[in-house]
């Protein structure tokens, strides 16, 4: 059966022939976009949805978040907001929890994450392990986020835990670990900062994962400058993310490759760190994707609305930067041709905004603006 949805004032494709499209309408059949043009030129279909010129765009694409998790830690963001650095080690705090739980209680808590992020527009989402740090319990993560998200990724690799040796817990990670978890995820990603993981211990992580056929992620340049990008480029990493505090020759590599240089700005924020070098990467032809990185810790926000705002007002992205980058730039950090986009073939996944343009997510920053949901051709808001 056939939709369509036409009176759309504005339609955001992210597809380079179609371009934003004014007076536009879009057919879906089943789960795929089938057709997509000006509405006086539309096709027939079964049913119709009128949007009364307000904008459409793709949905959300979140390619960085960490929700199989339990616990809180509200009392680190208080400390935080008192003036206390952040480190990487409250990690150890989620970890005790989310040990601590079921595999339903860590289900539920998923699945009211992944809800919520839906209910904003978000229909693409990636997720990490990374609280359980022993074998038991990053392959039940895995496990769960197998069942829930679009992509799941292995970070074992997220801190060493307490009372372990450093040497020894990267042989468990490239050893007993990956085999738990190398049925149930498409990705690893390693933790490159002072605090978690070193340059020689990050490669061996990476070297081991894409031995056994994983794609590679790396957060990478969130604290100071280290050799997180590098490192992703050198081993063809999808995405490096962070990436806050960049040199010339990191900007320099990321333009020169296809790894994305994914930006976290709520993160950013929460961390009372500088925001993302956005415009600097850009202006040398970096790839750049927005992502929530919700988590307990140093990003509690599901809100890719809000990383978009924030990427205009602070980051000196345009609009249009900004709504690609938290769509098909999501999509290519995850290395995905399906979503992100607005184009035959691709998934229908897409938002309408209470609102005739995408301008008005930063021009009205902090208003949630998404009226409707279509995630894979069904109405979900």
Known sequence: MATLVTGIGELTTNDPELGKLTN???VFSGDRVVWAGAAADAPAADER???????VLPGWVDSHTHLVFAGDRTAEFEARMAGKP??????AVTVGATRAASDEELAANLRRHVDEAAYQGTTCLETKTGYGLNVEDEARSARIAAEVADEVTFLGAHLVPPGADAE??????????LDAVAGQVRWADVFCETGAFDEAQTARVLKAAQERGLGLRVHGN?????????LAVEFGAASVDHCTYLTDNDVEALAASETVATLLPACDLSTRQPLAPARRLLDAGATVALASNANPGSSYTTSMAFCVATAVLQMRMTIDEAVWSATAGGAEA????DVGVLSVGARADFQVLEAPSVTHLAYRPGVPLTKNVWRLGQRIR
Do not use: W
């Open 24 to 26: 536009a309408a879009l």
């Open 168 to 177: 020894s817990y990267v042989d468990l990670v490239c050893g007993d670990m």
């Open 334 to 337: 995850l290395r995905r041709e």
């Open 49 to 55: 949805v009128d949007v009364e010129g307000r904008a």
């Open 86 to 91: 952040y480190t990487a080690g409250g990690i």
């Open 222 to 230: 969130q604290l100071g400058e280290g050799p997180g990008v590098r």
